[in-house]
């Protein structure tokens, strides 16, 4: 009994001390996390202000569109090198077609701001290793191509033209320089791989020198282990990054640790500055809430999963303007962003089911735009009818309701020590909407009955306090 006592006694110290290990000590990392929590600063509120991008994939794989000697590749269009095993030599000639004479940047930046989005990534450079500015690392740049000028110079005039914001997409993964290498096998491996290392060095240092505006870097083909394993690399890119070009955004998908842990460190620390995992998928508004606490970017495809132009859309699912709509306020509700894929044709164009979503959401922006913009998580429940926003530092709330019940009637569950004051309609202002109160944290806000065509915006006023209501307990 004695001897059980001092074991358990013992074993009680043990797990005190462990207890204050797992709070002071972390593993030691030198290629960690850099700070935790939301960056506070400008740039970084300018960006999660931003709320809605629009994401351009722009490269030699839309002179193809997936197609390849008459047979179509229903795997994402810019993969066609490699789902058609199609030579290097064979791609990388696709640079003498590159002509796109329809391509006006004035025109694209237009759409897009008519669109509501407030910032645009742009394909610098994808796998294919193709680089739409002339880059002086590489000879595979569209100098070279019929085309000649900079795609990025008259993008970012144009959309800086326009109060958007543009960023540079970058693909570390690069099927056309030699010196890549998925793995490292050999010595040599090792020696080539270093060697592209610098090169993308220096290409991306590049990009943030030569285009002073440039927001953000959104890094891609990151995942082999030839990159994961060298998290000193993709630290030192994001020193460097950050170093030229003060305040700059750089994505958690760069980043691996001493370990070859990605997004995450091996203490569980976003790297990078806002979560980059969320692709062709958004966090579960209920389960996955503790998503908030790091800023985060989802990105979107319209068809399945197709980024560069394919020349066929029947091949899957293509998303409705509605779909669309409700995955961009789905990720304002849970503090993300929420960046919109289109892929343009060789010649320069946008097909016209993107002309048609972007004027669809367009529309729907330009009259309650100020639910998305500068809006976050509101800290409320999630209903069936829909999601909540809040604007920055306002006392109001924003209902945006997708699906109304037959009923009309639309459930609201606060939190203790709010309380609802009133609600109406954010483009009928004046017109109250009926708020009752129905028991301890909970209203009913009424909806005229009526089929509603678009989603609706109500607005909510409240104030904190108690509320006066007494309710009847159900005898059990
Ligand atoms: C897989 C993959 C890539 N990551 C997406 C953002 C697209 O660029 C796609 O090609």
Request: with cysteine.
């Amino acid at each position: 009994m004695k001897k059980l006592m001092i074991t358990v006694a013992l074993l009680g110290a043990m797990f005190q001390a462990g207890a204050q290990d797992a709070k002071t000590s972390a593993i030691p990392l030198k290629y960690g996390a850099q700070y935790t929590g939301k960056r506070t600063d400008d740039a970084m509120n300018k960006w999660r202000s931003n709320r809605f991008g629009q994401f351009i994939h722009w490269g030699l794989y839309a002179i193809p569109g997936g197609i390849w000697k008459g047979k179509t590749y229903n795997y994402a269009a810019e993969f066609l090198k490699s789902s058609a095993h199609i030579p290097d030599a064979t791609w990388d000639s696709l640079m003498y077609q590159f002509n796109p004479v329809k391509f006006d940047a004035k025109e694209w930046a237009k759409m897009a701001k008519r669109m509501g989005v407030k910032y645009m990534t742009i394909t610098t450079k994808h796998h294919e290793g193709f680089c739409l500015w002339p880059s002086r690392y590489t000879d595979f740049n569209v100098s070279n191509t019929p085309y000649k000028k900079d795609i990025l110079k008259q993008l970012i005039e144009a959309y800086n033209a326009e109060g958007i914001d543009v960023n540079f997409y970058y693909s570390v993964l690069d099927w056309h320089h030699p010196d890549w290498r998925d793995d490292i096998k050999t010595p040599e491996d090792s020696v080539a791989f270093s060697r592209y290392l610098s090169f993308a060095y220096n290409q991306l240092k590049e990009l943030a020198t030569n285009y002073p505006t440039v927001k953000a870097f959104w890094f891609d083909g990151t995942w082999d282990s030839s990159v994961r394993f060298n998290g000193k690399w993709t630290y030192e890119v994001e020193k460097m990054l950050k170093e030229v070009r003060p305040g700059v955004i750089v994505n958690s998908r760069l980043r691996a640790d001493d370990y070859g842990k990605r997004h995450k460190d091996s203490n569980g620390q976003l790297m990078g500055d806002y979560e980059s995992g969320y692709e062709r998928r958004l966090p579960n508004p209920v389960t996955d809430i503790a998503v908030t606490k790091w800023d985060w970017e989802a990105c979107m495809t319209i068809p399945e999963n197709q980024w560069g132009y394919h020349k066929d859309w029947t091949i899957s699912h293509v998303k409705s303007p509605l779909e669309l709509l409700e995955m961009l306020v789905h990720s304002t509700s849970m503090g993300g962003n929420f960046l919109l894929n289109f892929g343009p044709s060789g010649e320069g164009t946008f097909r016209k089911q993107e002309l048609d979503i972007a004027s669809y959401i367009g529309n729907w922006m330009g009259k309650y735009g100020n639910v998305i913009w500068d809006c976050d998580y509101a800290g409320m429940q999630k209903e069936d009818w829909g999601y909540y926003t809040r604007k920055k530092g306002a006392s109001q709330l924003n209902m945006v309701v997708f699906n109304v019940p037959v009923s009309g009637l639309l459930k609201v569950n606060t939190p203790k020590g709010m309380v609802l004051d009133k609600a109406a309609f954010m483009d009928a202002a004046g017109k109250p909407l009926s708020v009752e109160e129905i028991a301890a944290n909970q209203y009913l806000v009424h909806l005229p009955i009526k089929l509603y065509t678009s989603p609706q915006v109500i607005i909510v006023d409240y104030h904190e306090g108690s509320s006066k209501g007494s309710y009847q307990k159900a005898k059990t």
